[in-house]
């Protein structure tokens, strides 16, 4: 069974870990695991994603120093003054991105995988994970109504259906009202760096350390 992941540290930060479970015990064991770079069919994949939004957003803005960047935003050298200029275009393209890398990942690492859950023609989330079914955000910066009332009813939906939401969000400076009605309409959430905890758990890949190792590799020139 997945566990929830509290917002204290989970793993050291030093070491990534694969999860090995003990058939007689039935206990769950983590075995540390390298993060050195490696060419797997899996790491082929996820960086294929990186080299189309690298190529896509070069011709669209240029680099300049900022702070507070996120792992994502590093590895295209994007800045928040950068993003600050079209803050519809880089949270759309982002979120897009780091959706692909979510996804990706668990198609290619979990055996319990699953496609989007639907509704109609909505997609009520991007992907399950065994019963988590989980939807990905970069962030989380509206508190329309219209929103706040989609997410409710899609947790109430995918609670009714024996899933348990999950949100993945990417940044931690969400806004806390929005964040507060997702977990009122029943979904867990994520954020930063409990996020890539989660995956870590439920794949055995440090996305996190993965995603700063690459750091710059697809800077957009000015």
């Known amino acids: 069974m997945i566990r929830r992941l509290c917002s204290g540290n989970q793993f050291d930060k030093g070491t990534a870990f694969v999860f090995q479970t003990n058939n ?14 490696t060419n797997t069919p899996l790491d082929q994949s996820l960086e294929g994603i990186l080299a189309h939004y690298g190529k896509s957003f070069a011709s669209k803005t240029f680099v300049e120093e900022a702070p507070t960047e996120d792992d994502l935003m590093l590895v295209f050298g994007l800045t928040q003054t950068i993003k600050a200029r079209n803050k519809q275009y880089w949270g759309r393209e982002l979120g ?13 690492t979990s055996t319990n995988f699953g496609e989007p859950i639907r509704e109609g023609a909505d997609e009520i989330c991007d ?25 409710k009813h899609y947790g109430n939906r995918l609670i009714e259906a024996g899933y348990r939401p999950v949100l993945l969000i990417l940044r931690e400076d969400n806004l806390p009202a929005a964040i507060t009605a997702c977990v009122k309409g029943g979904w867990t959430v994520m954020t930063s760096d409990v996020s890539f905890q989660y995956l870590q758990e439920v794949t055995a890949f440090d996305l996190k350390t993965w995603l700063q190792t690459r750091k710059g590799r697809y800077t957009i020139s000015s």
């Not at 959706?99 to 668990?106: D, P």
């Open 24 to 37: 007689s015990q039935g206990r769950t064991n983590a075995v540390p695991r390298s993060r050195e770079m």
């Open 96 to 108: 897009l991105c780091w959706q692909r890398l979510v996804k990706e990942l668990c198609r290619q």
């Open 127 to 151: 992907l399950t994970v065994g019963r988590d079914a989980i939807d990905t955000k970069y962030r989380i910066g509206s508190g329309d109504s219209g929103t706040l009332k989609k997410f």
